[in-house]
């Protein structure tokens, strides 16, 4: 079973990859699941940080909504430092690495602001 949602991350981050901006080299991929997918958006975060040159900002709709954030092993944005300030400016919660960070409680109307505010503080 896990190898299969392994697979399906894979193949969802690469569609989301195709799909990405690119900033000073770096595909920034932004994108909300539906309620229910949080498993799916954790695994396709992972996924897409293994991808060279990514950053992932992915929210997942719910109440509590998620967030996941991650990025290439040792790229240039602290993931921790990013969901930390967007959890001091909505007084919601959130923590992780350098490289993988997730939280939650940003009301869900507020998701998309929220991925947006993320990417204006990468590097």
Request: aromatic content about 8%.
């Amino acid at each position: 079973m896990q190898q299969l949602e392994d697979g399906l991350a894979e193949l969802e981050a690469a569609r989301l990859w195709q799909q990405a901006a690119e900033h000073g080299g770096i595909r920034v991929v932004k994108w909300i699941f539906e309620l229910n997918e949080g498993k799916k958006a954790k695994f396709v975060a992972h996924a897409l940080g293994k991808r060279m040159g990514t950053i992932a900002l992915l929210g997942v709709k719910g109440a509590p909504s998620l967030l996941f954030f991650g990025q290439t092993a040792g790229g240039k944005a602290n993931l921790a430092d990013v969901m930390n300030r967007r959890w001091i400016n909505s007084g919601a919660g959130g923590g992780g690495t350098r490289d993988f960070a997730q939280g939650g409680g940003v009301p869900e109307a507020d998701l998309e602001a929220a991925l947006h505010f993320a990417a204006s503080r990468l590097p």
